[in-house]
């Protein structure tokens, strides 16, 4: 059981925008720093966001991240069918000292 | 741009040693303020974080492994490696080695992955 908490699975329509949320607490998102990544089917995961809401180069601005307090949430807009992957928030536990992920979400998109 | 790729025995027995390397390419392990960790998947589960060696030569572990791991750097062949001791079947997973940013602000931000290799703890 992870100290973030993660929806299991969120699904959407190709066009449509989802969001993914990351619930935690003071001892980790609200005063760390937040990255989420993406892992296809198969393959190793890819950092999507970085520091609750910046992009690496090469990322569509499709993808978005925000931090509110102790919760974060990616969003995608414009979905695609290759979008469909899991997706992981992480941030650094302060009362664990350890960098934790959380369960992961499977998007769908229908 | 720097690439990551894991190697090392895909069987291990229970209760021996796991161990890995991670060879980094397009660029020098002891170059630059960076992050060089460890991150482990089990079968159809999620991100478990192992434990980083840092610029400087620290470690650090998570918590959880700490009394079974070691994690170090030759800077020599630039790679650094991951050894875990006492294994049993709850180690069986996939292992990927990860490396920060400069533009990241924590330890928590894996920029460059490997492709992860499949480690299976079973006699």
């Known amino acids: 059981q992870s100290v973030l908490t993660q929806p299991p699975s969120v699904s959407a329509a190709p066009g449509q925008k989802v969001t993914i949320s990351c619930s935690g607490s003071t001892s980790n998102i609200e005063y760390n720093f937040v990255s989420w990544y993406q892992q296809l089917p198969g393959t190793a995961p890819q950092i999507l966001i970085y520091?609750?809401?910046q992009r690496p180069s090469g990322i569509p601005d499709r993808f978005s991240g925000s931090k509110s307090g102790t919760s974060a949430t990616l969003a995608i807009t414009g979905l695609q069918t290759g979008d469909e992957a899991d997706y992981y928030c992480?941030?650094?536990?302060?009362?664990?000292?350890?960098?934790?992920f959380g369960g992961g979400t499977k998007l769908t998109v229908l | 741009q720097v690439q990551l790729q894991e190697s090392g025995p895909g069987l291990v027995k229970p209760s021996q040693t796991l161990s890995l390397t991670c060879t980094v390419s397009g660029g020098s392990i002891n170059s630059g303020d960076y992050y060089w960790s460890w991150i482990r998947q089990p079968p159809g589960k999620g991100l478990e974080w192992i434990g980083y060696?840092?610029?400087?030569?620290?470690?650090y572990y998570n918590p959880s492994l700490k009394s079974r791991l070691t994690i170090s750097e030759d800077t020599s062949k630039n790679l650094f490696s991951l050894s875990l001791r006492s294994v049993t079947a709850a180690d069986t997973a996939v292992y990927y080695c990860?490396?920060?940013?400069?533009?990241?602000?924590?330890?928590?931000?894996?920029?460059?992955w490997g492709q992860g290799t499949l480690v299976t703890v079973s006699s």
């Open positions: 060696t840092s610029y400087s030569g620290s470690t």
């Open positions: 992480a941030t650094w536990d302060s009362d664990l000292s350890v960098n934790v």
């Open positions: 520091d609750n809401d």
């Open positions: 990860a490396r920060d940013s400069r533009y990241c602000s924590s330890t928590s931000c894996f920029y460059y």
